[in-house]
């Protein structure tokens, strides 16, 4: 058991080191405006040329830096939360640092081709990850999770396929040349992975993975390289889109008013990290790539930090998420407690830790750029509704009365030994990062002349969510039954289906009822009305003859 400790502390020690090392770098190519392509001739025949390519420049230096320091500090706190009570720990941390490998692959990589081997490692990576516990649980959601991300690979093959015709894969020299619909098919493949709607329902199924893979999985990396890719196919004729900006808007607004009626502890931080996700993508369709970026990198701090402190009060309250059986936490938890404050602080984008240097940018961006009132609307909105789920969490996780058992309270004061290391160091970096970062890319230098009043406007509807989160966290029932269940279960994206279907087709078909609404407008509704048609037409032509012949001469008519 001490080597399996020592493994972790070894692995996240050079992970830490090659962060800083990438941060170095980082700091170095953005001083000298350098980029760096480094090409690997791995075969040469003829006319054809296959090669290996890595592009090195400030932005894939700086999301390297981010994912292997995050990466560092869960394999630190894994050594204590997975090393301690099974025997397959080394299997996961090597699981983990595949998984980083992947991630590094993708960075780097101006082709598609090796763009395609991360993408891909990673999709079957995080389902091994997912299914770690190995319960029914966790085999579906691994299943609904590898299922939802195959289709972004389709995606990625097709176009792979389709960039033959322009006689390179390497997509960096080609940006301005290809055709409007390689590119819409590459962002609706990095839709399947960064979850928006339709395909946001495996983000809080994957939760049934260990807290540490939820932390550096669902928050900064994986679910972020879908960002990443659009911001490295950055195109500002095509990307400025009215049409994916409404539906990242529509998935920050979904997750935000769903992430208020869920009970699970990890179910809230995973639809908040879909909410940030929409955040970034309807950010990024506006057509401000830099502050996309920005976000991504400083909601990637402080989101794996809420993970990590989430993970500490579940692994203390023997295993229990619900919500509403903790309470008082603070007391036996204090420093662990303090950082999930300073994460969920920076989340709502309290003034001057790190999320409020960049989702007050993006807003006040968004103003001045000239969003019409339905937009405007909805972007404040999200701000309020964060705000309004995260003070919900912290009342009823710290703030309320003792409410979990006593055989429970006794362990709660139990040493969390190197954990607290992890938490101590995202919290400096989730408090710190956004500042710094705005000042060494200059970001600051935009000059935005904005009325007094929609220059106060975010500040009042994040204080706005406090709140009415506070004031909420003592009403009962105000609505309907089914207004619950709708929002309880992301407004019928993978559950309650049947609830949905029985109130809109009251007729006898039992396939109707069952279908999600997915399955309705997509495959399953396709195939089910073209059995129908066929078996009317069976029907027509065991009629007369002169059914018979009509039908004939209605089909060459069509065919005429």
């Given amino acids: 058991m001490l080597m399996m400790l020592n493994l972790y502390y070894i692995w996240s020690l050079l992970l830490f080191l090659a962060s800083l090392l990438f941060l170095g770098f980082s700091l170095n190519l953005m001083l000298l405006d350098y980029s760096l392509m480094i090409e690997w001739i791995l075969l040469s025949f003829n006319s054809v040329s296959m090669s290996y390519l890595i592009f090195v420049d400030w932005i894939s230096m700086g999301f390297c830096f981010v994912v292997f320091f995050i990466s560092s500090m869960v394999v630190l706190y894994s050594g204590v939360y997975m090393g301690s009570y099974n025997y397959s720990s080394v299997r996961f941390l090597f699981l983990v640092l595949m998984f980083v490998t992947s991630m590094l692959l993708m960075i780097v990589s101006p082709s598609l081709v090796s763009i395609m081997l991360g993408w891909d490692g990673l999709g079957l990576v995080s389902y091994c990850l997912v299914i770690y516990y190995s319960s029914l649980k966790s085999y579906l959601a691994g299943m609904l999770t590898c299922l939802i991300n195959r289709l972004g690979d389709i995606g990625l093959l097709v176009s792979i396929s389709w960039l033959f015709g322009y006689g390179s894969w390497n997509f960096m020299f080609y940006l301005d040349y290809y055709s409007n619909l390689i590119f819409y098919l590459i962002i609706i493949s990095s839709f399947t992975k960064s979850a928006q709607i339709p395909f946001s329902s495996w983000l809080p199924a994957a939760m049934a993975a260990p807290t540490p893979v939820s932390a550096l999985v669902h928050s900064s990396t994986l679910v972020t390289a879908g960002v990443y890719l659009l911001i490295r196919f950055y195109n500002y ?7 994916f900006l409404f539906v990242g808007i529509l998935t920050m607004s979904m997750s935000s008013l769903c992430a208020n009626y869920e009970f699970d502890l990890k179910s809230i931080i995973a639809l908040s990290t879909l909410s940030q996700l929409g955040l970034m993508m309807s950010c990024l369709f506006m057509g401000l790539v830099d502050l996309s970026l920005f976000h991504l990198l400083s909601h990637a701090m402080f989101k794996s930090l809420l993970f990590l402190c989430s993970g500490v009060i579940i692994h203390l309250m023997g295993g229990g998420q619900d919500i509403r059986i903790m309470g008082s936490v603070c007391v036996n938890l204090p420093l662990t407690c303090s950082c999930f404050n300073v994460a969920n602080m920076s989340l709502c984008g309290f003034p001057f830790l790190s999320g409020f240097y960049s989702k007050d940018f993006i807003v006040e961006m968004g103003a001045f750029n000239g969003l019409n009132m339905f937009f405007f609307i909805f972007f404040y ?4 509704l964060t705000s ?13 009365g003792y409410n979990y058992n006593s055989f ?8 969390i030994y190197c954990m607290k290391y992890s938490l101590v160091l995202l919290s400096a970096s989730s408090m710190t990062f956004g500042c710094v970062f705005m000042w060494l890319t200059n970001l600051d230098l935009s000059f935005l002349i904005l009325p007094f009043t929609i220059k106060i406007l975010s500040l009042l509807m994040v204080s706005l969510g406090v709140y009415l989160g506070y004031g909420l ?3 009962s029932y105000l609505m309907p039954n089914k207004y619950y269940f709708l929002n309880g279960s992301m407004w019928f994206m ?5 609830g949905l279907f029985k109130a809109n087709y009251t007729y006898g078909v039992t396939l109707l009822k069952t279908m999600y609404w997915g399955e309705f407008y997509g495959g399953a509704g396709l195939s089910f009305y073209l059995s129908k048609i066929s078996n009317l037409m069976q029907f027509m ?9 009509l039908m004939v001469i209605i089909w060459l008519f069509f065919l005429i």
């Fill in 473 to 475: 966290s003592f009403v």
């Fill in 388 to 400: 309004l789920y995260s003070i919900r969490l912290i009342y009823y996780t710290l703030l309320v």
């Fill in 381 to 384: 909105l999200g701000l309020g």
């Fill in 494 to 498: 993978y559950s309650y289906s049947h």
């Fill in 237 to 243: 004729f095509i990307f400025k889109n009215y049409f």
């Fill in 541 to 549: 032509f065991f009629g007369s003859l002169s059914g018979f012949c």
């Fill in 408 to 415: 429970i309270h006794s362990s709660l004061g139990g040493s």
